[in-house]
């Protein structure tokens, strides 16, 4: 499975009511794909998936399967308790998905081989192929992935984690096993700030939040990457990406929070984050206001 561009997150849209809008999901999904995203992922963490009931994935799923037609990939999130990890996987399946990205397991915290297993037992759950997201409470060692790697269905290491010295040591040896079609990809809230130092790891795709609220700014800070145009690259981090990341740190949740409040924003009413996230307050959305103002100068919008 390829993916070239951009890995785009869809935000989840609520109704007034709280129920998912599918007709707003449609349109936001759409709008993005003329920038070229590589791979859309519904239902994963920018969409709420914590949030989300098994029916509301399948509807999340559903609607993203729809509007891509195949355009590019579709990963959709599995994850949290085991059995709905399970459930995610399947309605993914019946839905159209692509390949399954493995969200942590819920609250335990389980010695390396219980993640292994758990990964696992998600894979075995449909045929879609999964990616491991290497977060939280799912930390996994060089050596685990070696052992997922010698799976075929797992096909990619997602590092939200942080820790580049262990994410190097796992780079390193899945590629040793020969795997050639194991992606790589940089999953730290506002990617962008760090996969300058993750490709010389040898991870170079991210995900990327702000492709959701900013196609916009996101594909020029992706263009300049990938030409190497490095005075481009570092003035939009310096003018987009750092103000943006101070503004995330204030509150938990955040990396969510402010994606759906910069579509609000824009004009998309996708309504509000769902508990336990909260949205903005009224500084921190003129903040938010004022930093994409900046990034979509910067941007040449």
Known sequence: MKFDGVLFFPATPFTPEGTVDVELLKEHIGSRLPFGPGGVFPACGTGEFHALSIDEVRTVVT?????????????????????????AARVAEEAGADALLVLPPYLVTGPTDGLVAYVEAVADASSL??????????????????RLAA???VIGFKDGLGDVGLAQEIVSAVRATGREDFAFFNGLL????????????GIPLYSSAAFAMAPEIAKA???AYVSGDEERRNALLEGFYAPLVRLRDQTPGFGVSLVKAGLRLGGLPVGPVRPPLV???EDQLLQL????????ELAGR
């Open 289 to 296: 206001k004022s930093i994409l103002a900046k990034g979509y």
């Open 129 to 146: 192929p999964v990616i491991v997201y290497h977060r939280g409470n799912a930390k996994f060692t060089a050596a685990a992935m070696v």
């Open 190 to 201: 506002t990617a962008e700030l760090t996969q300058g130092a993750y490709r010389g790891l």
């Open 151 to 153: 799976n075929p269905k």
């Open 63 to 87: 609607a993203a399967v729809e509007v891509v037609a195949g355009k590019v990939p579709v990963v959709a999130g599995a994850g949290g308790p085991l059995g709905h990890a399970l459930a």
């Open 279 to 281: 949205d903005p307050t």
């Open 221 to 223: 800070y992706y263009d």
